[in-house]
C-alpha cells in the first residue's frame, strides 16, 4: 500500500505540471524487481541489442539483486555510499542517516532523457565512496562473479529503459525505494526506514533470535550469517562465527530451561519422575500437595496408630 504523503507529493507536483495529470497518476504501469526481472529474461530471449547476452534465469536475478541489495545496506550502515558507474549512487540522507535514497548520475540521466520534477535529496557519505564488491556480492548470493555483474548490468539498463520509455510508469526497487516517470519526469520516493544489521550496534536478545530465523536470501540455511562485511573494516571470521555461536547456545539453554520444568505457569516445580502418584498412605494428610491447607485428621484423630504404623519407601525416591 502506498504511503498518502508519497500519493500527495506526486498529485501536488504533476497537478501543477498539467491540469488533469492526477488522473494520469492512476494509470501508471507498475514493476516491481520480480516483473523487472522477468522482462530481463524476455529480452534476453528476444534478442535485445541492449542487454547483455547471458542464460541467466528470473530466480537467479532475484538472487543476485536481493543480494545487491544486502550488501549495499551493511555499506550504508558503516556510513558509504556506493557509487555505480552509468547509474548513480545510493547513500543515506543528510537529515535521516537511516533513509536509504538514490541520487541518479548525470550520465544516467542524460542517456534515457530523463528529468527532475523535484529537488533532489543529496546521497551523504561520512566515509569514501565504494564501488559495488561483485566478488563479496556473488559471495553472497552463491553465484559466480561474472553472473552477478551481468544481472545487475541487465537489471540497471532494463530501469532506464522502463522510466523513459514506457511513458507513465511506477518502479518499485523494495528497500532502495521507489521511481515514478510521467512522460520522463521523475519523483524518488524513498523508504521510510531501513532495516538494521545483527552485526552491528547494540543488539538485544530479542533482535539477535529474530535474525537467526530469518532465510539467507536463498541459502535456505537459517541461522547463518553472509559474509557481507568481509570488504568493510576488516572483521575477522572467527569474530563473526562467535557471535553465531554465543546466539545459538543462548537459546538452547533458554528453550531447555522454559520447557524442562514443569507446566504450570504459577507454580514452578519439577514434575515427579516414575508414575508420579501420589497416596494418603505416604503423606498421611490427603494427596493434594498443591492444596494451602492439608487435612491432618488422620494424625489428630488417632496419633496411636501414626506412631506404630510403618511406611513403605517410593522405590524411586
Known sequence: MERPEYEDTLNKHWQEREPGSVKQRKALEYYDVERICSECV?????????????????????VVWNSFVKWCQSQIELGRA??????????????????????????FMNQFGLVWNETVEEVKSSKPSVKPNFKAISTISDKDKQTVQTSLTNMFQLIGELLSDTGNVE????????????????????MNTQKASALHGYQTVKGLMAYRKEDNYGTGKPGKLDPILRPAHGDREEDKEASINIS??????FKSKTLGSGTSPTRRFAKPRGDGKIIKTL???????????????????NPSMLMSMSFKKPGKA
Do not use: C
Open 248 to 253: 545459538g547456545q543462548f537459546t538452547a539453554s
Open 82 to 107: 556506493i557509487n555505480i558507474s552509468n547509474f548513480g549512487s545510493i547513500g543515506f540522507q543528510m537529515k535521516n542517516t537511516k533513509i536509504i535514497t538514490i541520487e541518479l548520475s548525470e550520465h
Open 42 to 62: 524476455e529480452r534476453n530471449f528476444r534478442g535485445d541489442s541492449n542487454t547483455v547476452g547471458s542464460v541467466v534465469s528470473q530466480a537467479t536475478y532475484s
Open 171 to 190: 518502479v518499485d526497487l523494495g528497500p532502495l525505494g521507489k521511481f515514478s516517470s510521467i512522460n520522463r519526469s521523475l519523483i524518488y520516493s524513498s
Open 283 to 301: 503423606l498421611s494428610a490427603g494427596d493434594n500437595p498443591q492444596a494451602k491447607e492439608q487435612e491432618f485428621s488422620m494424625i489428630s484423630s
